[in-house]
Structures are given as C-alpha cells and as structure tokens.
C-alpha cells in the first residue's frame, strides 16, 4: 500500500456553515467514540465529503446505511444517528483504493440535510450520554471488566493494548463503546449501542452481547477441544493400524483373503435362517470384526462366537415319522429279547406321537454297562427318524460344561448340550444324555444338576440361555433320553422328571444269541470278512463267555469277539488261510490264557469259607467271606476294609453263633480260646450293606465245625441276632452273577420270594433255588455234611 497524503486545494465548494458537516455513508461499519479506524472510501460521494473535510480541516459525519447494498443512499437511507470523526489521514493506495483514519469523537443527530453540495452535507446536533453515578452503575462497570478481561483470556491472541485500554478508561460510556467496538457485532446492534445515550443502560446491553459471545465462545472451545480429542485419537488409531499392517506385512500375514473371509461370513449369515434376535447379534459382531485389525486380541474371541452361532442349528430339524409298527420292527431288529421294555418304550412313543407337545416325562435306562442303553437309544432316534446325539455327563462337575462359559474366558465355549446340538446339526434330534447318575454334585462351580433341570424342563427349555452364548435358543424339539448305573446318585430333581426302566444284564444264553445274532456279524463286517471266512464251532461262544468274560453286559464280549475277527482277518490277508472255524481250543491261542476260571471250587475248597453274591453297579457278583481262627481270646479281627454296616453285621453273625454254639456241636471252650478273623478279599466290589449276614454266619460254622461249604452254593440274606433272614435288593442281579459264576443252588430269603417273577426264564431253569427262614436253614443246605 502506498501511503500518499492528499494535499488539500482550493476549491470552488461554499465554506460549509456552522454545524455542518460533510456526511461519509458506511455500508457495514459503526464508529465509536474514541476508538480510531480506517475507513474505506470509494464512492465519488464518499471521496468529495473526504476531501472536504480535509480541505477545510473539519471532522467529518459518520452515518451508517440502512442497506449496505445500496451503492447511492439518500439522506432517508440513513439511520439518523452517527459519529462525529476526526480525520487523521487520507491515504490512497496503488489500486486506486482511498482510505480515511478517523478517529470517534462524539455521537451526533442529523438535524437536515443540505441540498447542493457534491457530496451529502447535513446540519447535525452533538448529543450528550447521561451518566448518573451509582453504586449500581460502579458495579456495572466493574463487572463489564471483568467479563472482558474473561472474553479476553478465551481469544488466541490478544492486542496488549486493547486489554490495558480496557484496565484504564474511566468513563464508564467511553468502556461500553471501547468494548462494543471489539466485539463481533452485527452493525445493527453496534447502531443500537451507538444510538443509546443512557449510559447505565449502555453498560448493560453491552455486558448482555458480551455475556452472549463468552458462552459462544466456550461452547466453541469446548467442541475444538473435543474435535481435536477425537482427531487425536483416530490419528493414534490410525498410525497404530499402519504399523500393525507394516508389522503383518513383515511377517507375511497379508491381509488379502481377510475381506474375503468376513464376507464370507456375512453371506453364512444370511443363508443360516437364524431368528431375528440372533441375526441382529450376529451382524453387530460381524461388524465389530469389520472395524477390528486381525490381529486384535479381540478378534478370535468375536470370530469364535459368530461361529459358535452360525454352528447351531436354530431352525433346521429332521422331519419326524413315528409308526409304531415300524417302530416296533426296528427294536426288535436291533436288540434281542428285552420284551418288557421295548414295549414300555413303544408305550412312549404312541403318548409322544399323540401329543408331541405334552409334558411326558425323560426315559431313563438304569443298568449295569453294556447291557444296551446306548443302542437302545440309538434305535429309538431310528424308530422316530431323528438323529442321534450323546452327551456324557460323567464327572461333569462344573455347571459350565452343561451351560458353557462366559465369553470373557479364554477359549470359552457353548455348553455340551448346545455343542452336541451343533454336530448333528438339527434342533430335534434324540438326545441321549449319558451316566447322568454320575453328574458330580453342585458345588462352588454352580451346581450342573440344575443347569440340566432347566435344559430338560419344558416350561424353560423353549428358551434356554447358554451362558457363552447368551441368547435364547429353543430346545423343546429335542427328544431327551438319559442312561444311568444306578438310581441312588440320581439327583432328586432329576429322578422326579423321568421314567426309570431298568435293565439288569443278561444270562449266558441270551448272551449267545445276542453275540451271535448281533456282535458277531457286526464285529465280523468291520474286520472285512464274510460269514463264511469265520465260523465259531458251537462250543466256542460259551467257552469265551465263561472263560473270557464275568460281567452283566456284553461291552467285554464284542470286545473279544472283535479281537478274534482280526485275528482271523490277518491270517487271511496273509493268505494262510482261506477261512477259519474257531474250536474253543483255539481261544487260548487268539486271546490269550482265560480271564476267569471256575474259582469257586478251589476257593472253598477248606473250611470257612462261603460264597455270597453282592450286588454291584455293573450287575452284581460273586463274593467270598474267609474266616480263620487263631489260639487268642475270643477276639473278632475283620479286614478287607469293611463299610460300618458289614462290620455290624459280621459282630452279630459272631453273637448269634456263640449264643448257639451248642446246636451246631461248636465247643464253647473252642471260641474262647482262639481270635477269629474274618477277611473279604475283592478290591472291586463295595464291601458295606447287611446283605452278607448268612453267608458271614455260614463261613463262621464252617470253620467252627470244620465242615466245608458245597462249592456249588452261593447265598445272601441278612440276619436278626435271633437267626432270622431278611429280604435284601438286588435279587436278580445277584441270581445272574451266581450263574456267570458256575453256581448251581442260590440260597436266598424267603422274603425275596416275590422277586423271582423278575428272574429270566433260563436261569430259574439252570439254577436251584431254596427258599430259607431261619440262618439255621442256609446251614444245613450250604454245609457238605460233617
Ligand atoms: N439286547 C441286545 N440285543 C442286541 N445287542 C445288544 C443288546 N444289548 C446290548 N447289545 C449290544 O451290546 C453292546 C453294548 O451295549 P451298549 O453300548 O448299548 O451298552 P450300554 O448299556 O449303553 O453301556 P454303557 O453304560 O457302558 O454305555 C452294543 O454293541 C449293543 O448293541
């Protein structure tokens, strides 16, 4: 900018009379008293007032435009009340461009305008402010200070000199003007101001716009300061990511196939037919995938539970056909005999298939291992044309492993129930929940019997929440069965919401046909061979059953026959043989030596020893009780780590035989003078129960009276301290064991009569059954004659 004073020269323009001054129009611009400003001028108006007041030296009339676009105004065009103006200089610059500096000296009133000049020339009237001293207008001033010196501090950059002239006006109309001027007003209100003489008022008007622009700026601050956070951290984010993507590069993780992978994911959403509530979880987690580097922590955690989703089945089932004919031929084309239940179970499914909404209640099969729980199971998912699943409750302790676990786990997972559910892939399969009699107590892992009431309740199970999902996922299409060993750990709860049907393992016979007609052929397919390239001689199944295994099931008799079919499959494959036929001679040679041998004849082979029959969660068993004597003092020593009742039970067999010594010949002296121990030796059979009082009694007599006890004899019963046998449990699964174990005469209480309608058809035929009261009777039966 060029800075060039214009000379003032003579001119033929009239001296301009008292009061009159030459008129400068501002579009936009408001000039206060005291404060100095440059002033652009460019109109031609504009520029002769301009001149004028310099040639003849006068102050000049500043008035604003009522309309800031219009290029020619009027004397009616502008607002009436304006400032007088000092110029201090003219300047033009190398534009063209004229600028005053002028300085606000007072406020004046337009009293008329003069016609005839080249410029707009009025006569104005100087105003006075009013000014009445008053605490109030002391405290006014006071705070308008302070609020400046506030607005101040919120600018950036601050003139020095505007905060010091604001500290040192006095006036206190001079302050209100100083301050309006700086701030961001529009020109109406900076005309409004200009316009108010009442200097009170004019100090409350200003405190008011200044007040305004404080909040505005604060609230501006506050917003550039959240901006900037955000900036912040988007910027961090971003550098972050940048080097995470360097890092994958470097270490050859690309990121292509990423997108690909979650798109993928997005497309498996839309085709798994998922419920409303789950989709929307699953496409929120899907999108915080989006948003996450792969290498977030976080992301395996989110991609694992959108597959956790995507893995169940939520709306697929399996149609359902039950014929209860057909039903009926598929049982019996999969298990031998088992009449009772199979029909039990029909029973079930006719009520299902009536009412398939009804609250029927779970079938629990109880009974010893491999006695066909499992495929009994698998049969009815057959019989009902659903899949089969199976979840093993076993040592489940944690209540977790039913309803899974918290996602803030590391590798936390659905329960089993909702895993089992995800592997046969529709939500109505038969679903068999496996040795629920072994489900481990609630304890401080939350207690897994409830957890599996809830699974099993119809009233719940529409909506059951697994903990790691936590979503509500409808299991009343699944058709519960569950299997247990025994009935007494069976959780209450539980027991009360199922049928028991107990099976209680199978006589030798029924094991040859079941071998033969079923594991036989099965295990004959899986080893490759046909039924011509292995044949067992007739002899050869009871050989195997009696010598290779004692037990109530058949789990050890497919075993070996699977052995023995691969035994064959080598020599054939070998090419040694073209087929074989399995002699029972021939046993010793593929399995090995017997596992088991007639042993009680050998065992009871002295005096004092008795054979009694305990009943066993895998289906009852022989036991022996060994007594023997000592020179001593009458004392009773028992071992074989005996429970409290066996105990008792031993110490009364020993009363009643001292009170009765006389009617068995037993010498008084004999008992007095020697210590009797007694020992039942068998690790696995739980030794407790007062089941074994006739045959604790029998032993005793045996060895007292030194008579041997028929090794053909086996017994149980409990006894009063008056010689009276008991009834006690389990009677059909002692009478099998006794006949696995080559018995031939069972003794049992006369009381248990009524259990023999339970005992099959082809032990009650091997096996001689006597019937006794009094222990006095199981003596003269069990004890070979002295
Ligand atoms: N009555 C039967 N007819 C035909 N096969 C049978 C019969 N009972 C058992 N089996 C067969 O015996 C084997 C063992 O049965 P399974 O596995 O069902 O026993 P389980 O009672 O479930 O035993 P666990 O309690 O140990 O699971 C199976 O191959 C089964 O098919």
Not at 157 to 176: D, F, S, Y
Not at 450 to 474: G, H, I, K, M, S
């Amino acid at each position: 900018m060029s800075d060039t004073h214009v000379e003032a020269h003579a001119s033929s323009t009239p001296v301009l009379p008292d009061n009159v001054l030459p008129v400068l129009p501002m579009r936009n611009l408001v000039l206060f008293p005291g404060v100095v400003l440059p002033l652009g001028v460019g109109r031609a108006q504009s520029i002769a007032a301009a001149q004028e007041a310099i040639r003849q030296e006068c102050p000049i009339a500043v008035l604003l435009q009522k309309d800031p676009d219009n290029s020619a105004p009027g004397p009616e065009d502008l607002y009436p009340v304006g400032t007088v103006a000092s110029v201090l200089r003219y300047v033009t610059t190398g534009d063209g461009g004229h600028h005053l500096i002028a300085q606000g000296e007072g406020r004046f009133r337009v009293r008329e305008f003069l016609p005839g000049y080249p410029f707009l020339a009025a006569r104005i009237e100087r105003l006075e402010e009013v000014t009445v001293t008053s605490s109030e207008l002391d405290a006014r001033v006071l705070h308008l200070r302070q609020q400046a010196g506030e607005a101040l501090s919120l600018l950036p950059q601050v003139p020095q000199e505007l905060a010091q002239a604001i500290a040192h006006v006095e006036q206190p109309g001079a302050l209100a003007d100083l301050i309006a001027n700086f701030l961001d007003l529009k020109a109406e209100e900076r005309q409004q101001i200009l316009e108010n003489l009442d200097v009170r008022s004019r100090l409350e008007q200003v405190s008011q716009f200044l007040s305004y622009r404080i909040e505005v700026m604060k609230l501006s601050r506050k917003i550039g300061e959240q901006t900037k956070e955000v900036m912040d951290r988007r910027q961090r984010e971003f550098l972050l990511r940048e080097q995470l993507k360097a890092i994958q590069q470097e270490l050859g993780e690309g990121e292509e196939g990423d997108n690909g992978e979650l798109e993928a994911l997005s497309h498996a959403i839309d085709e798994a037919e998922l419920p409303t509530e789950v989709e929307a979880v699953a496409r929120k987690e899907l999108r915080r995938l989006q948003r996450m580097p792969e290498g977030a922590g976080e992301y395996g955690m989110v991609r694992s539970y959108v597959d956790a989703i995507l893995a169940l089945p939520w709306s697929k089932e399996t149609p359902e056909r039950i014929d209860i004919g057909e039903a009926r031929s598929i049982l019996d084309e999969d298990h031998y005999d088992l009449d009772k239940i199979k029909r039990r179970i029909l029973e079930h499914l006719a009520v299902h298939r009536l009412n398939p909404d009804g609250k029927s209640p779970i079938l629990c099969f109880v009974g010893p291992p491999g006695v066909g729980k499992t495929s009994l199971g698998q049969s009815i998912a057959r019989a009902m044309g659903r899949k089969f699943a199976r979840v093993s409750l076993g040592g489940v302790h944690d209540e977790a492993e039913i309803r899974g676990h918290r996602r803030t786990y590391i590798g936390a997972l659905p329960g089993h129930v909702l895993q089992a559910l995800g592997k046969v892939e529709v939500r109505n399969p038969v679903m068999l929940l496996d040795e629920i009699d072994k489900l481990g107590a609630g304890g401080f892992q939350g207690d897994p019997a409830a957890a599996l009431l809830e699974v099993l309740d119809p009233e719940q199970n529409r909506t059951f929440r697994d903990t790691y999902l936590a979503l509500p996922f409808d299991l009343s299409h699944v058709f519960f069965i569950a299997t247990a060993n025994v009935l007494d750990t069976i959780p209450g709860p539980l027991r009360d919401r199922m049928e028991i049907i107990t099976l209680s393992g199978y006589t030798e016979e029924d094991k040859m046909h079941i071998a033969s007609r079923y594991l036989l052929p099965r295990q004959r397919e899986a080893a490759g061979l046909t039924a011509e390239q292995l044949v067992l001689e007739e002899e050869t199944l009871p050989a195997l059953i009696r010598g290779y295994t004692r037990e109530a099931g058949c789990r050890s008799l497919e075993r070996e026959l699977g052995a023995i079919c691969r035994w064959v499959a080598v020599r054939i494959a070998e090419g040694s043989s073209g087929g074989m036929r399995i002699r029972p001679d021939d046993l010793a040679t593929i399995l090995g030596p017997q596992h088991f041998e007639n042993e009680v004849a050998s065992r009871v082979a002295l005096p004092g020893v008795a054979t009694g029959l305990a009943w066993t969660p895998v289906g009852g068993d022989i036991l022996f009780i060994e007594a023997s004597k000592s020179p001593g003092n009458g004392r009773l020593i028992l071992t074989g780590q005996l429970g409290d009742v066996m105990k008792e039970s031993a110490q009364a067999a020993m009363s009643l035989v001292k009170a009765r010594a006389a009617d068995w010949q037993i010498a008084q002296e004999g008992i007095d003078k020697s210590d009797i121990h007694i020992h039942i030796p068998a690790g696995a059979i739980p030794k407790d129960g007062p089941s074994a009082g006739v045959t604790l009694t029998v032993a005793l007599i045996s060895l007292l009276t030194g008579r041997k006890v028929r090794p053909d004899v086996a017994m149980t019963g409990e006894i009063s301290l008056r010689g009276l046998v008991l009834p006690v449990g389990g009677i059909k699964e002692k009478v099998l064991a006794a006949l696995r174990a080559g018995i031939h005469t069972v003794l049992l209480p006369v009381r248990n009569r009524r259990d023999y309608e339970d005992i099959p058809e082809n032990a009650r035929q091997q096996l001689t059954f006597i019937w006794i009261e009094r222990v006095e009777e199981a003596v003269a039966q069990a004890l070979e004659a002295g």
